[in-house]
């Protein structure tokens, strides 16, 4: 059992087209370690779910792909990201350009407190995307109309996004996201705070996104790992035991910790 | 028996009572405190509770009457030509009472006044004597009482707590009657003063020199109490206070919670603090001493006539003053914006900047507008820095390099010293005391329902 896990460990973390890869990536949160020698390819234009119990470090993992990390005291990295080929944490990458091309959405929904154009509008007038009022409308109206939102409020583009419902306010900022043009959307739980009606728009949503964007979520339902997404990773306790195409590691897993989280005997 | 003894007796009497109300009750438990409705404490409490406060509500009822009651005795037995004439009766209970204190040996005065302060004595030496007597038997009637009503089953628990909420009832009320006792004093003279000068001379008169002539063969202006120039004045220096406080406040603010390291900012914030616990009269001599002459030695070399109290001498130093204020309160509503909103605009890739101004800053204005207007308030109520450096002439100016006065500083100089208190010019400080504790209110309740605004918005 010890020889497929360890076969496990090393097999096919890698992709033909990865859009993004991680290798050897340690974290500290000061002097905790939380991530090991996590090596994980991100495919072009796919889903991957990451998935695993809590504290496992799939969030961890999540947020050095944005380097959002940098945001919090007393983290450091080890090993290598890389974004088409390029090292991230390189000292000549300008991390607000890269987060630019790295898309989040939270948790929590957190729509700023303005209107729901301005939340939209937010990202391409702080990087300058648009030179005149028309264009900038029309970001906003295209992403909206992808976010799946625009139906619900083009009436109401000058209300506060706080009143929106919370199904809402998160397709609001995968929007603002998108309203960037990003290459890649990092997503972190997006439909935990969500009820079901709500989740299952966002789950369409995703499946719809996949097609113009490389697409990273973590979740703790692995219903909608299934449903969502081409490639599953299961995380245990900051090292990535098992990655592959998610039918196979929900109908066939090699490594047996991920046949025991994905049946329910632990996590 | 003196009062702090009495106090001292009812308090061991007190202790006394829990003890043996606590001891009643375990002793009832029969060793299981599950037997008794509530915890031992509780009874203890209960008794102590029954044994010392109908005892100190006496005291307070007792000292409320004992003066009148004695004095109408001592007044039944005076002279009939002595009750009649109320100037001779005071004068008659003033010689009574030094006499009863045991001194009056110089006073020249007939037996029955000598008589009569005697009786005042042995009146007051009995009255005291009964006090202790009364209250002492009243706290042990308490605590008899109640410790005999001591059960199993007595709800000691929710006695104490109705006992307890009584307490704060009465200390709130305290709080909130004296404020409304401030308000009508101020009132009633108020009225006093308009009922001598024309409410709409004072409220809209653009004249203030208040110098009335005292006695009738004195020489001196008529008098004249419109209060513009003194409101003037007070905003002019407000406003420059806020010109310095508002920006240097509100950056720092910034500073401190979003850009300083952690540590450099357990230094400088409390280093910050310290200027709100400089005394306002420390400000005060700074801003006569040291600024003022310094605008006005600077302004000559500009060629600038700046008087040596001047308006912005005092603006600048409550500025100053005003500035922790303004940087903890505003320091305070951004950090309590969400980090998930932050985060959601460094995901965006806004920098730090960018997210401040356009993000934390726009979230916490209402707290921050909040902020700045109790700021104001404190700006326009402070007194001793421009008693020392705005000047006194009541001048109708905006120029901040002339010497204007504050309301605050009209309502100071006008009672102090020798005055007549029911001329117009004394009763015109409790019209400006009015005016200018409408005003402040009007900002505190405004700013206090800014700040409750924001308050719903993230909960």
């Given amino acids: 059992m010890a020889a497929v896990s360890q076969s496990a460990m090393t097999a096919e973390p890698s992709v033909e087209k990865p859009k993004m890869t991680a290798r050897k990536l340690d974290l500290f949160y000061s002097d905790n370690q939380a991530l090991y020698e996590v090596n994980l390819d991100i495919p072009e234009q796919q889903v991957t779910a990451l998935i695993g119990p809590s504290g496992c470090g799939k969030s961890t993992f999540l947020r050095c792909l944005n380097r959002m990390n940098d945001t919090i005291d007393g983290v450091t990295i080890k090993g290598d990201v890389t974004l088409d080929g390029r090292d991230i944490y390189d000292k000549r990458i300008d991390v607000v350009q890269l987060r630019a091309r790295i898309g989040m959405v939270f948790q929590k929904p957190n729509p700023f407190p303005k209107t729901i154009y301005d939340n939209v509008a937010y990202g391409p007038r702080i990087h300058g995307l648009v030179n005149s009022r028309d264009e900038l409308d029309e970001i906003v109206m295209t992403s909206l109309e992808r976010a799946g939102l625009l139906k619900e409020v083009k009436d109401r583009l000058q209300s506060p996004a706080t009143g929106l419902s919370g199904g809402q306010q998160q397709r609001l900022c995968i929007a603002r996201a998108v309203a960037v043009s990003p290459e890649v959307i990092l997503m972190d739980e997006p439909c935990s705070a969500l009820d079901p009606i709500a989740t299952a728009k966002v789950e369409e949503l995703i499946d719809e996104l996949r097609s113009n964007y490389t697409i990273v979520i973590v979740t703790h339902s692995m219903q909608q790992a299934a449903r969502v997404s081409q490639r599953t990773a299961f995380f245990h306790l900051g090292k990535l035991v098992e990655v592959g195409e998610t039918d196979q590691i929900f109908t066939n897993p090699k490594d047996e910790r991920t046949k025991g989280y994905i049946t329910g005997r632990f996590g | ?459």
């Fill in chain 2, 1 to 459: 028996m003196s009062l702090s003894f009495l106090l001292l007796a009812v308090a061991a009497l007190c202790a006394l009572s829990f003890y043996f109300g606590r001891q009643r009750a375990v002793a009832l438990s029969g060793g299981r405190h599950s037997n008794l409705h509530s915890l031992p404490v509780h009874y203890g409490a209960y008794t102590a509770a029954w044994c010392g406060l109908p005892a100190l509500f006496l005291l307070l009822i007792w000292y409320m009457f004992q003066g009148s009651v004695i004095e109408a005795l001592i007044v039944s037995d005076l002279p009939q030509e002595v009750i009649g004439d109320s100037g001779r009766l005071s004068l008659a209970l003033n010689s009574i009472s030094q006499i009863a204190a045991g001194g009056g040996e110089h006073l020249t005065v007939s037996p029955e006044i000598v008589d009569a302060g005697r009786r005042l004595a042995n009146l007051q030496t009995i009255a005291n004597a009964a006090l202790v007597v009364v209250m002492l038997s009243v706290a042990l009637a308490g605590l008899v009482l109640s410790y005999r009503r001591i059960e199993a089953d007595m709800r000691a628990r929710n006695n104490v707590e109705r006992i307890s909420r009584a307490i704060m009832i009465v200390c709130s009320a305290i709080a909130i009657l004296s404020t409304v006792g401030i308000v009508f004093s101020l009132m009633f003279e108020t009225l006093h003063f308009f009922s001598k000068i024309n409410p709409l001379d004072f409220l809209f008169g653009l004249e203030w020199s208040p110098q009335t002539a005292i006695r009738a063969d004195q020489v001196a202006s008529e008098g004249a109490f419109g209060m513009i120039p003194l409101f003037v004045g007070t905003l002019l220096i407000t406003l420059i206070a806020m010109c310095v406080a508002v920006p240097v406040g509100l950056f720092s603010a910034i500073y401190m919670g979003e850009y300083a390291a952690p540590k450099f900012r357990a230094v400088a914030k409390p280093a910050l603090e310290i200027l709100a616990g400089v005394p306002t009269v420390v400000y005060g001599f700074f801003a006569a001493l040291t600024v003022a002459p310094f605008l006005r030695d600077n302004g000559a070399i500009l060629g600038l006539d700046v008087s040596s109290e001047s308006a912005l001498a005092a603006g600048l130093v409550m500025g100053i003053m005003i500035i922790p204020f303004v940087s903890s309160l505003s320091d305070d509503v951004m950090s309590q914006v969400p980090k998930s909103l932050r985060d959601g605009s460094y995901a965006l890739g806004a920098t730090k900047s960018e997210t401040i101004r356009q993000v934390i800053f726009p979230a916490a204005l209402p707290g921050i507008v909040g902020a700045v207007l109790l700021a104001v308030s404190r700006a326009i109520g402070e007194t001793m820095i421009v008693v020392m450096a705005a000047g006194l002439a009541a001048n109708m100016t905006v120029n901040p390099l002339q010497a204007v006065t504050t309301v605050t500083v009209q309502i100071v100089t006008l009672l102090v010293g020798d005055q007549e208190f029911d001329s117009a010019k004394t009763l015109s400080a409790f019209a400006l005391g009015l005016v200018l504790f409408l005003v402040t209110l009007g900002l505190n309740v405004f700013a206090l329902k800014v700040v409750q605004k924001y308050r719903e918005k993230y909960d």
